[in-house]
């Protein structure tokens, strides 16, 4: 046995000892330390740190999966050609001011906030967050990421449900506003003049 794989090994006990312990809080660390323990072992998940425990994700479904691209492609459309910030897709992670590790499935942030982009996490929160609900996700849990995004400075957080058809977009001031098929999405608050219809971000039937 390697002395490197002799101490992720080490590594991967003392973390599943920690974990152990509700009253043990996690870090971003702990995290990034997981994260070298699985890419050794040619895994790719998506990590999350939320209160101090740390979330496993696996791979999206597909539908949910070309909602996200399709989103990321309209919003870089109007954003890059206008300088206006950054867009992110899901592997994106933001450093919270409550310590958490959050990414969303599509996340926008401001030029004058972001100037630079590092090789690292972003540290800070994100303008605009948006969630897509999966085949497997409940709707409750995501709604309430949202509404962490939001009470921590977010100003428009979005939730997408292919399986309704809405798109239900909130904000720290207003109640929650849905919208169906027909309708056309905007951020004024963000991005003045961008306008989708909701129908654009659906999956196309190929005939």
């Known amino acids: 046995m390697t002395s490197s ?19 043990t809080r996690l870090t971003v660390a702990d995290l990034e330390q997981l994260q070298g ?10 990590l999350e740190l939320v209160e101090g425990k740390i979330i496993i994700m696996g791979p999206s479904d597909i539908v949910s999966s070309e909602i996200g691209a399709e989103l990321v492609r309209l919003l870089l459309n ?5 300088k206006l910030g950054r867009v992110f897709e899901s592997s994106g992670g933001f450093i919270l001011p409550n310590s958490d590790l959050r990414a969303p ?7 004058d906030r972001l100037k630079q982009s590092k090789r690292y996490f972003a540290e800070l929160v994100p303008d605009l ?12 849990p995501l709604r309430e990421k949202i509404q962490s995004f939001i009470e921590l400075g977010a100003k428009v957080g979005i939730l997408i449900d292919p399986d309704k058809r809405t798109v239900t977009i909130y904000t720290p001031t207003d109640e929650p506003v849905v919208l169906r098929d027909g ?6 608050e963000l991005l003045p003049g961008w306008e989708v219809p909701v129908t654009e971000l659906w999956s196309s039937d190929f005939e």
Request: hydrophobic share 35%.
């Open 78 to 82: 109007w954003v890059k050609p206008r």
């Open 5 to 23: 794989l002799t101490e992720s090994l080490t590594d991967q006990e003392d973390l599943q000892i920690r974990s152990a312990y509700p009253s």
């Open 37 to 46: 323990i699985l890419c050794e072992a040619h895994l790719d998940y998506q």
């Open 129 to 140: 967050v948006v969630e897509i609900k999966s085949q497997s996700d409940r709707l409750k």
């Open 183 to 188: 309708d056309m999405i905007s951020i004024p």
């Open 105 to 111: 499935d599509v996340s926008f942030v401001t030029a």
